[in-house]
């Protein structure tokens, strides 16, 4: 293990700097016995490795993760949550190497749903993207660090995204077990409701929504956020790919009442999630001969009155309830995606030492 | 106050088996192209097949994409270029 010797808390703050430890935000100093705590509780080879992040391709050793964790200010219970967001950005379908790179302002957005949003303490109501809780927020940095320290993803060297945005920093979520009419978003991906599991998806930072939900029709809320989803300069109009709509809880209740699954609230907003032609053919961010450009999903493209729409497939939007209640204003956050070739939403499971 | 010892949180780079191999040109090599349809560089993709046809003629053997611009080159790809090519050139854009 490598390892750093100074003489005081101060000369440990500054030493991270000057190391390039951290992206601007202060860390924690990864003192040596801070991180066999968290090697001790997770109770792995601290040299095995979870993979390897790009660009840089560091390998993802235990032993650089939790050194990670200690510096975002994870407890060691976090961790587990942490290991399950690298197994997920390490999937093929993430094409982390891409999401790292890009010029687009994509960040993985971690999503934690199941039992370990209230074991954990995770804030799923109000200002769920913002602070408030210290299990959102570190889990978010470490995985941010590791992106930084392991994967190399530095700004304007590596990370060659033009705006980025705030997710770079922390862009942790959680949905509320409690508020969530619907079915849990790792049960839709394949787990038990019993377990707990971590979503990855790569997306825009998000996009408030007020749909009224509170005083409004179903028809007049599916009208709002479609209409709100698909503006065409975002990167999911242009280029498919998965996307993330965050339902406030008042907004799913209130269509929940009215008889909307999960299922059938996805088919509405397919249905109305969709611009003419002679709109979106203003928008050349994606060229007509790009395999991912929308002209290759119509029949028509060249008829100006014909419908392009933002979700290619069903399947492509996730649906997640987090979010304080309001007022009646119904709010909702909208994150879109990358494109159809990465930052593809994956799943893993987080798993605890026994 | 005892002196602190911190870990360092940086990744080692993997190891890996690749290496370079400089290609000596001739003009009988035989050559592919393999874009990463990065949309930034449609048109100096498009130029570059232009000039190489151009000033190369046939020896300009495949003129291959990508579909997904951040994945790796699907293996047959791969493959048809190692069969009929002997050098590629490959990219670009971001």
């Not at chain 1, 975002?72 to 950005?89: S, T």
């Not at chain 2, 990463?36 to 046939?58: A, D």
């Not at chain 2, 699907?74 to 270029?81: L, N």
């Amino acid at each position: 293990m490598k390892t750093i010797e100074v003489s005081s808390i101060e000369e440990a703050i500054e030493r991270a700097y000057t190391e390039g430890w951290t992206d601007g935000l202060p860390v924690v100093p990864p003192e040596l016995p801070l991180v066999q705590k968290g090697l001790d509780y997770l109770r792995v080879d601290p040299q095995e490795s979870l993979g390897v992040i790009p660009p840089k391709h560091g390998l993802a050793t235990y032993e650089k993760i939790v050194t990670n964790c200690v510096m975002a200010g994870c407890r060691p219970e976090h961790m587990p949550v942490v290991i399950a967001a690298v197994r997920a950005m390490l999937q093929d379908r993430f094409s982390l190497n891409g999401v790292q790179a890009t010029t687009n302002s994509v960040a993985p957005l971690v999503i934690v749903s199941g039992p370990v949003v209230e074991q954990l303490g995770f804030n799923s109501r109000w200002g769920v993207f913002g602070g408030g809780s210290r299990a959102n927020a570190t889990v978010g940095r470490a995985v941010r660090l590791i992106l930084w320290n392991i994967g190399g993803g530095y700004p304007g060297k590596i990370d060659m995204s033009t705006m980025g945005h705030p997710g770079k920093y922390t862009f942790c979520i959680a949905e509320d077990r409690e508020w969530n009419p619907w079915s849990p978003l790792h049960v839709e991906r394949g787990l038990a409701a019993d377990d707990s599991a971590v979503t990855v998806v790569a997306t825009d930072g998000p996009h408030q929504i007020g749909t009224g939900s509170g005083y409004a029709s179903a028809e007049e809320v599916l009208a709002v956020l479609a209409d709100s989803m698909m503006t065409i300069g975002n990167s999911t109009m242009n280029a498919g790919g998965d996307m993330v709509l965050v339902v406030g809880p008042m907004t799913a209740r209130a269509l929940a009442d009215r008889g909307y699954t999960k299922e059938s609230f996805r088919l509405a907003l397919q249905e109305r999630a969709r611009k003419p032609v002679r709109l979106v053919r203003q928008c050349l961010f994606y060229q007509p001969s790009h395999p991912y450009h929308w002209s290759h999903i119509l029949k028509d493209p060249t008829d100006p009155d014909a419908m392009v729409p933002l979700i290619r497939d069903v399947k492509q939007l996730v649906i997640t309830v987090a979010g304080g209640m309001g007022s009646g204003t119904g709010f909702c956050s909208f994150c879109p995606g990358w494109h159809q070739g990465g930052g593809l939403a994956c799943t893993e499971k987080i798993i605890f030492p026994n | 106050m005892a002196n602190l010892i911190l870990c360092d949180p940086i990744g080692e780079a993997a190891k890996t088996k690749k290496q370079s191999v400089a290609i000596r040109w001739s003009p009988n090599k035989r050559i592919a192209t393999l874009f990463n349809n990065h949309v930034s560089s449609y048109r100096f993709w498009k130029r570059l097949e232009e000039l190489l046809k151009e000033r190369l003629g046939g020896s300009v053997v495949a003129t291959l994409a990508k579909e997904n611009t951040f994945a790796p080159a699907p293996q047959e790809m791969i493959t048809e270029i190692a069969e009929t090519a002997d050098l590629a050139i490959v990219g670009v854009g971001a």
